[in-house]
């Protein structure tokens, strides 16, 4: 499967990087496509394993919000 989440807070390399990390942790993530600029993350997973609500929790807890 695949979804795109809305990240805020994003603003640089470290950013991207930390969202990147924090995704390909979770078992299910298969592939993770940041776009800084637009805040877009492309994320293509096995809905198995993961859900789209462990993804945000990944990323909330890295400091950044996810917008529904």
Request: charged residues 30%; aromatic residues 2%; proline residues 0%.
């Amino acid at each position: 499967m695949q979804t795109t989440l809305d990240v805020r807070g994003m603003t640089c390399g470290h950013c991207e990087k930390s969202v990147k990390d924090a995704l390909e942790g979770l078992e299910g993530v298969n592939g993770v496509e940041v776009n800084l600029g637009t805040g877009k993350v492309d994320v293509t997973y096995d809905d198995a394993h993961v859900t789209v609500s462990d993804m945000r929790e990944a990323i909330e807890d890295q400091g950044y919000d996810v917008v529904a």
